[in-house]
């Protein structure tokens, strides 16, 4: 959740610091252990962000040792998910996917000072350098390790540096998996590191959308991952590759990769959300706790791909089978099913779903990255199932 100027933050983000719930933050303020304040205009109550951080750094098991580490919730500003909208530092998914190209996008998520025109770096691909030998979504990984170790900055810190980073980091791990073809468009050279064609311009354009709708969710299991790498000081590359790591799941980016097999071609649709209710009780593609009444990114991302030639069929297949399962659960289509579809239209693997996901979430978690080196080093704390 964005913090409010200054040192100030809501009650929701105080309680989440803290663990407890808002009723016990309100009780901490009627015994006199925290101070709250009401300004004009605002909802909820305001608390001073060093005392909460005081308080739960001081807050242990009975009997357990002091912390070393200051214990905390994670404060981002990167996204946020408001009444059903996905929003990039406030800016609706719909207003950013509209920019026009996936550079631009990135630039709202990665922050000010990359949309001010900060310079970024410029990456030394290594020569003769050939991937192809690798499954396609173990690449990335390792293109990003490659770049790290050719570059004798891999290690920087600094905030504003590492969002000036991201997108030419991002750029020469591209231009690896697409073996060294050179591209201007960032959309392109991804379709090109996938196996497609970068002068389709309606494949760039289906794929910049699914890029643009992919590129942050807020505090995922991939972003946590590399903030806690990042709270380690490691740099970009690594926290990165943490990622990618987490990313590698089924129930996380390589999700789109089940969603994939409900939509080819040949097989009974009943049949396969019969068998994956019965195996798993869910329909891979369907459903997002966060969004109830529809994830708009897949809104987005299909009615963009359905402008494209060629889709009729396709979107008629996922119209019978988003009706057969509303029917059978009531869930409603998600990123994963949107993102299956558009690589059915561009002839592209199931596998391409996991790098899809790992190139656009590169933008996403360089900024986490970015936060956590301004935040103090994190540390879990234990708890005894027992107690």
Known sequence: MAMTSGTWITTTEAAQRLGVKRATLYAYVSRGLLRSERRPGQQESLFDRAQIDAMASATRPPGGPQPVLRFRSIATSVSSQTEGDLLYRGHPLSEVVSLGSLEEAAAIV????????????????????????????????????????????????????????????????????????????????????????PSARADVAALRVLLVALLDHGLTASTVAARVTASTRAGLHDCLCAAYAAMAGPLHGAAPVAAHALLTDGVDPAVLVARSLRERGAVAGFGHFLYPDGDPRADVVLEALWRRRGTTRLRRRVESLAALVAERTGALPNIDLASAAVLHALGLPAESGEVVFQVARTVGVAAHVAEEYAEEPLRWRGRDPQG
């Open 110 to 197: 990665l922050g000010s000072a990359v949309a001010q025109g900060v310079p970024g770096p410029d990456p030394s691909v290594p020569a003769g350098v050939d991937l192809s030998s690798l499954p396609l979504e173990r690449r990335m990984p390792v293109a990003v390790q490659l770049l790290a170790a050719a570059d004798p900055f891999a290690s920087d810190t600094d905030p504003a540096r590492v969002r000036a980073a991201a997108v030419p980091t991002l750029r020469a791990a591209l231009t690896l998996l697409a073996g060294g073809q050179g591209q201007s468009d960032l959309a392109a050279l991804a379709l090109a590191a996938l196996g497609g064609s």
